[in-house]
């Protein structure tokens, strides 16, 4: 099966970090996203992991563990912008089908000042 | 500018009609995906394509239907059997090849937002 775990909603204080984790379990792992959508608007693309390890692109960082099936977004430096929901989302060979790109059902982030 | 397009933006349903949405991208991806979001919720996978000709059904694939005739189009045709419609349907596409492992980034349209009157 793929499933995807994340929580559903996180509360942090403008300026400081906060860390959002994702849970997995897929067949045939071929990649991990981050994306961020905020309300009524489509998804934009944070980051993307594949092998192990920690992938930092400016306030923003992405880890991955392939073994525990487990990836957190690290967002640095707090601003009201970030306030949105950060989705995650996992590609893998399920049912003899190549490279499916199934979603959690992402965390809502609330950034207060 | 290379980019995925969906039309229409917003489109009204009356029950019993079938409908189908439009989704182009220009930046020769070879697959492309179609998602449904309903509000709160994340994105679930309908249908998708990684190839010309070629599609596979996702994980709520009931009662929608799709087609993959050029490699820039991939239509969603939300269909009278679909017993809720009403949502955000988000397409997205991305360089990915049947057997290669770049998967690349996935490039989303800006949606589709139906309801069904």
């Known amino acids: 099966g793929q499933n995807i775990d994340q929580p559903t909603e996180m509360t942090a204080t403008e300026g400081a970090i906060v860390q959002i984790n994702c849970t997995y379990q897929t067949s045939g792992f071929n990649g991990l996203f981050w994306y961020q959508q905020h309300a009524g608007e489509a998804p934009t693309f944070l980051s993307y992991n594949v092998l192990d390890g920690l992938e930092e692109k400016g306030r923003f960082s992405s880890f991955l563990s392939r073994s525990k099936g487990y990836s957190y977004l690290l967002l640095k430096e707090l601003q009201m912008k970030d306030s949105a929901s950060y989705l995650c989302?996992?590609?893998?060979?399920?049912?003899?089908?190549?490279?499916?790109?199934?979603f959690g059902t992402g965390t809502l982030l609330a950034v207060q000042p | 500018d290379g980019g995925i397009t969906q039309s229409p933006k917003y489109l009204f349903r009356k029950e019993g009609q079938n409908v189908t949405l439009s989704c182009e991208q220009n930046?020769?991806?070879?697959?492309m995906y179609w998602y449904r979001q309903d509000p709160g919720q994340g994105l679930r996978l309908i249908y998708y394509s990684q190839i010309v000709n070629d599609f596979q059904k996702g994980d709520i694939a009931e009662g929608y239907s799709v087609s993959r005739e050029k490699k820039e189009s991939f239509p969603l045709t939300v269909t009278s059997a679909q017993k809720n419609p009403t949502a955000f349907y988000l397409c997205?596409?991305?360089?990915?090849?049947?057997?290669?492992?770049?998967?690349?980034?996935?490039?989303f349209g800006e949606g589709s937002r139906l309801t069904v009157l």
């Open positions: 930046l020769n991806h070879d697959a």
């Open positions: 989302a996992v590609s893998g060979y399920y049912g003899g089908a190549t490279n499916k790109l199934i």
């Open positions: 997205a596409s991305r360089r990915q090849g049947v057997n290669s492992r770049d998967t690349g980034e996935l490039f």
